[in-house]
Nanobody, 121 residues
């Protein structure tokens, strides 16, 4: 079974930085777009950043200039570098990727388990 394994979440003070990692687990055939979503208390899940196979990136307006998404295709890993964190960044962050597993006939959207990022004042 293909899984996304996240790490790097935790508690950080406002203005601080945090780096999230999301690596694939299991056998895969290929990976297309990857991204990070977040869901804050009482809010809908939103797209934070995404990155294509050829490294084109996009960001939510709320994180532009502060967050950077990157990927290592050799390691099938996506990262989210978060800087100048604000209390409103507090949320559960989810990794997402379109993965073609050997047993599948096409790409399947896979989600990580979510990692909590808490930004204190």
């Amino acid at each position: 079974q293909v899984q996304l394994v996240e790490s790097g979440g935790g508690l950080v003070q406002a203005g601080g930085s945090l780096r999230l990692s999301c690596a694939t687990s299991g056998r895969i055939h290929s990976i297309e777009d990857m991204g990070w979503y977040r869901q804050a208390p009482g809010k809908q899940r939103e797209l934070v950043a995404s990155i294509t196979t050829d490294f084109r990136t996009s960001y939510a307006d709320s994180v532009k200039g502060r967050f950077t998404i990157s990927r290592d295709n050799a390691k099938n890993t996506v990262y989210l570098q978060m800087s100048s964190l604000k209390p409103e960044d507090t949320a559960v962050y989810y990794c997402n990727a379109d993965i073609w597993a050997p047993e599948a006939t096409g790409y399947v959207e896979v989600w990580g388990q979510g990692t909590l990022v808490t930004v204190s004042l």
